[in-house]
């Protein structure tokens, strides 16, 4: 009877030994793959390499997927979702104007990406390209909120939306002030259009209407995010 005790306690010792080193491997591999979308929502940002970007984060959400079926704790898929698309509209912004605001502007790529631009949406960008000081787009409102955005905005909300997905407090704080300045930053740009609009929409072939398709739907997030942001359950940002 004691051996049969004992052969029962080996197997139960066993069984729970499997059972722990199972949900260890399932929360390396979540781990693994919010690495992955991270990874990936960022590259969306380059433009270019967006495609391969989308590849990647859907690889990780995947590997986040499975993970949770094998018993990992994970963060809930609304907060992935919504850090995902802060950490996209973010990586946008910033490779977009930073190769306006960089001397990128003087490559055939920034040239190229930069006038089809302006022919298409925003004719500041057309006009006067490549003519004042700092290089790139000529207007002068333009150039400002690039340099407040590229320099400060845009890393202080990337760097934030990956608190926030990490589920830290200070993620989630900076987030809330980051997306309270962008909003502001927006209202700033909008302004600086309308005083130029003639130049800015009325030469471009698509205007107010390729505007809004193409880059300023992104910009109504803080409309959206922030009521949400106000109301979360602090308590799960630790």
């Known amino acids: 009877m004691t051996d049969i005790a004992n052969r029962g306690g080996s197997d139960t010792q066993i069984q729970s030994k499997a059972a722990a080193l199972e949900l260890a491997e399932a929360q390396a591999m979540a781990e693994r793959g919010d690495r992955w979308f991270i990874s990936g929502?960022?590259?969306?940002?380059?433009?270019?390499?967006?495609?391969?970007?989308?590849?990647?984060?859907?690889?990780?959400?995947?590997?986040?997927?499975?993970?949770?079926?094998?018993?990992?704790?994970?963060?809930?898929?609304?907060?992935?979702?919504?850090?995902?698309?802060?950490?996209?509209?973010?990586?946008?912004?910033?490779?977009?104007?930073?190769?306006?605001?960089?001397?990128?502007?003087?490559?055939?790529?920034?040239?190229?990406?930069?006038?089809?631009?302006?022919?298409?949406?925003?004719?500041?960008?057309?006009?006067?390209?490549?003519?004042?000081?700092?290089?790139?787009?000529?207007?002068?409102?333009?150039?400002?909120?690039?340099?407040?955005?590229?320099?400060?905005?845009?890393?202080?909300?990337?760097?934030?939306?990956?608190?926030?997905?990490?589920?830290?407090?200070?993620?989630?704080q900076w987030t809330l002030i980051s997306y309270w300045m962008y909003f502001a930053f927006w209202m700033i740009y909008l302004t600086n259009m309308l005083e130029d609009f003639p130049l800015r929409f009325g030469s471009s072939e698509f205007g107010v209407i390729g505007f809004w398709l193409l880059v300023n739907v992104p910009f109504l997030g803080p409309l959206v995010l922030l009521p949400y942001l106000h109301t979360v359950r602090r308590d799960l940002w630790k």
């Not at 590849?55 to 997927?65: A, D």
């Not at 809930?76 to 930073?98: E, K, P, Q, Y």
């Not at 003087?106 to 040239?111: A, F, K, P, T, Y």
């Not at 000529?138 to 150039?143: F, I, M, S, Y």
Request: hydrophobic residues 50%.
């Open 41 to 172: 929502c960022i590259v969306c940002g380059t433009w270019i390499l967006g495609p391969i970007g989308v590849v990647i984060l859907l690889y990780g959400m995947l590997l986040m997927r499975r993970a949770q079926q094998r018993g990992a704790d994970i963060r809930s898929w609304g907060i992935t979702l919504i850090g995902g698309f802060i950490l996209v509209d973010t990586s946008v912004n910033f490779f977009a104007w930073g190769m306006d605001f960089f001397p990128a502007h003087d490559s055939v790529l920034g040239r190229s990406l930069w006038m089809g631009y302006g022919q298409l949406v925003d004719g500041a960008y057309m006009y006067g390209y490549n003519t004042q000081a700092m290089g790139g787009v000529a207007d002068h409102g333009e150039k400002a909120v690039q340099l407040g955005m590229v320099l400060m905005g845009m890393p202080i909300k990337m760097v934030a939306a990956y608190g926030f997905l990490k589920m830290k407090q200070w993620g989630l």
